[in-house]
């Protein structure tokens, strides 16, 4: 089962819009409002859950300083984002989210990216305490989350779990104290889903994207 999008049209958020392809651009439209969050002051980010490499490579030629390394635990899709995204600051690598095994995964990050990704992997508190231990400033995170319950039987058979609003907004508050939701005042690069929506295309921002900062992180006996 091919479990990641790759763009077959280019990078244009428009082009997918006028096309009316909604999977496309709701796909794109994150990483477009990404690269409007960002501040060009962060020195490291991992795109994790990556795919075909195409939102890691945005953001690594957005910004010629930010070190940029995106993974997955699907070794086809590294491969095709090794083969089609080349730049200096850019690296992939395969890896599972859940063991963080990689000597690269060693150090911690500025920020971490991880867009529709959580809901494939079957043991997310995993992921959490990982990415809690290693990002420096922000998480950001998108996944299917606009129902009022969660979906346990999704019906794409990829996802393990589609979640309800509620539901997922406690998951991170138990890791992070600060959640930036786009129903919040204030909330960044809005305007990009506005632009998405002059074209024709909706975009339901209920907690997705979300932005988590200051990670929650506990003196553990056992580490």
Do not use: K
């Not at 930010?66 to 090794?82: E, F, K, M, N, S």
């Not at 200096?88 to 920020?111: C, H, K, Q, Y």
């Not at 406690?170 to 929506?197: K, M, S």
């Amino acid at each position: 089962m091919d479990e990641h999008f790759t763009p077959s049209g280019g990078l244009a958020l428009e082009d997918y819009a006028r096309r009316g392809d909604m999977g496309g651009a709701h796909h794109l439209v994150r990483y477009h409002w990404l690269l409007e969050v960002l501040s060009g002051q962060e020195r490291t980010l991992l795109d994790l859950g990556c795919g075909a490499g195409y939102g890691s490579f945005l953001i690594a030629e957005r910004y010629p300083s930010i070190d940029v390394l995106g993974v997955d635990y699907d070794p086809d899709g590294i491969r095709d984002a090794t083969s089609l995204y080349r730049l200096p600051n850019l690296r992939f690598a395969v890896a599972d989210a859940m063991i963080w095994g990689l000597p690269e995964l060693s150090r911690t990050f500025d920020a971490i990216v991880s867009f529709d990704s959580i809901e494939h992997i079957p043991h997310r508190e995993l992921v959490l305490e990982h990415i809690v231990a290693h990002v420096n400033d922000a998480l950001y995170l998108s996944t299917p989350c606009g129902a009022p319950e969660n979906d346990l039987t999704p019906g794409w058979p990829a996802h393990r779990i589609e979640y309800g609003t509620a539901s997922l907004y406690d998951f991170l508050a138990r890791y992070f104290r600060t959640i930036v939701r786009p129903e919040d005042e204030g909330f960044p690069a809005r305007q990009v889903f506005d632009r998405l929506r002059a074209l024709g295309i909706d975009y339901l921002l209920r907690l997705n994207p979300v932005i988590c900062r200051d990670p929650i992180r506990v003196a553990n006996p056992y580490r």
